[in-house]
């Protein structure tokens, strides 16, 4: 749960910190927010870092195409902060970490994530001032995600940093929904209710692909220590056990399993005999 308060700390204060920037200030955000990804991975699982990695890219091409192209919503300075792709990771870490704090109830976590959801999706096409149709649309799919999901945990422990998130990054104007979905007549929130929905199709591709991508990882290290050929002339040379073979260095050559000197020994040694054969032949004449 501390990894999820010190996610949370650290985004709201690079949100904030945007809003006074200009574009050129905003690439030190992002690297802040790569070195933050950085050090929050470095804990992980292997499983979970490759999750959250996933999530990135996944991320960062829906990013491009919900705001650039399509304008369903817009960044302070109308374009894509170079922090938001790591922030993504950060948002799927921070999700984990409340999912596996809240493991040893885990019916508990998501049923309040359901009744949030569903709250929120009612709230916007009933009481709250601005009409949110596509918001209680996607509100009805991340229930259905909760209840008959693959990782109803995941989904939950996201959806709390997300709603989060978004009502903290409209209310202080880093980024604004569009009132209607562009090329539609489907108002939207700011921000929609189900907008966390989203972010389930990017942990579900995580959940499918990571696994494979670290099976991916740890059969292309194992043909690197069998073909010692293929790793870099700079590795530090390493010794097979049992080969007799130093890496980057020449095999000693094995001894022959013939020895070249064996008949010389042998006939030393017939030699050698030689007059103790004579004397006992000559003590059998006598």
């Given at each position: 749960?501390?990894?999820?308060?010190?996610?949370?700390?650290?985004?709201?204060?690079?949100?904030?910190?945007?809003?006074?920037?200009?574009?050129?200030?905003?690439?030190?955000?992002?690297?802040a927010?790569?070195?933050?990804?950085?050090?929050?991975?470095?804990?992980?699982?292997p499983?979970?870092?490759?999750?959250?990695?996933v999530?990135?890219?996944?991320?960062?091409?829906?990013?491009?195409?919900?705001?650039?192209?399509?304008?369903?919503?817009?960044?302070?300075?109308?374009?894509?902060?170079?922090?938001?792709?790591?922030?993504?990771?950060?948002?799927?870490l921070a999700?984990a970490?409340i999912?596996?704090?809240?493991?040893?109830?885990?019916?508990?976590?998501?049923?309040?994530?359901?009744?949030l959801?569903?709250?929120?999706?009612?709230?916007?096409?009933?009481?709250?001032?601005?009409?949110?149709?596509?918001?209680?649309?996607?509100?009805?799919?991340?229930?259905?995600y909760?209840?008959?999901?693959?990782?109803?945990?995941?989904?939950?422990?996201v959806?709390l940093?997300?709603?989060?998130?978004?009502?903290?990054?409209?209310?202080i104007?880093t980024?604004e929904?569009?009132?209607?979905?562009?090329g539609?007549?489907?108002?939207?929130?700011?921000?929609?209710?189900?907008?966390?929905?989203?972010?389930?199709?990017?942990?579900?591709?995580?959940?499918?692909?990571?696994?494979?991508?670290?099976?991916?990882?740890?059969?292309?290290?194992?043909?690197?220590?069998?073909?010692?050929?293929?790793?870099?002339?700079?590795?530090?040379?390493?010794?097979?056990?049992?080969?007799?073979?130093v890496?980057?260095?020449?095999?000693?050559p094995?001894?022959s399993?013939?020895?070249?000197?064996?008949?010389?020994?042998?006939?030393t040694?017939?030699?050698?005999?030689?007059?103790?054969?004579?004397?006992?032949?000559?003590?059998?004449?006598?």
């Amino acid at each position: 749960m501390n990894r999820a308060l010190a996610i949370v700390g650290f985004l709201a204060i690079l949100l904030a910190v945007d809003t006074q920037v200009d574009a050129r200030l905003q690439l030190l955000l992002g690297a802040a927010a790569w070195i933050a990804l950085w050090l929050a991975c470095r804990g992980v699982p292997p499983l979970l870092r490759a999750q959250a990695l996933v999530v990135v890219v996944v991320a960062t091409c829906a990013e491009l195409l919900g705001s650039i192209v399509w304008g369903v919503y817009t960044y302070r300075l109308e374009n894509l902060p170079s922090f938001v792709p790591p922030a993504h990771g950060l948002v799927y870490l921070a999700g984990a970490a409340i999912a596996r704090a809240a493991a040893p109830r885990p019916k508990m976590l998501v049923g309040i994530a359901l009744v949030l959801v569903l709250a929120w999706g009612v709230a916007g096409i009933t009481v709250l001032p601005r009409e949110d149709t596509a918001g209680a649309l996607g509100a009805a799919l991340l229930a259905i995600y909760l209840v008959r999901g693959r990782a109803p945990q995941i989904y939950a422990g996201v959806f709390l940093v997300v709603a989060w998130l978004e009502l903290y990054g409209t209310a202080i104007g880093t980024w604004e929904w569009a009132p209607v979905v562009p090329g539609t007549e489907v108002a939207n929130g700011n921000p929609p209710s189900g907008v966390a929905s989203g972010y389930v199709w990017f942990d579900i591709v995580a959940l499918a692909v990571a696994p494979r991508l670290v099976a991916l990882g740890q059969r292309s290290g194992s043909v690197l220590r069998r073909n010692p050929s293929r790793a870099s002339s700079r590795a530090t040379p390493e010794r097979r056990v049992g080969s007799g073979r130093v890496y980057g260095l020449e095999p000693r050559p094995r001894p022959s399993r013939t020895v070249a000197h064996t008949p010389a020994r042998s006939q030393t040694h017939c030699e050698a005999t030689k007059p103790q054969r004579d004397r006992d032949d000559t003590a059998m004449l006598d």
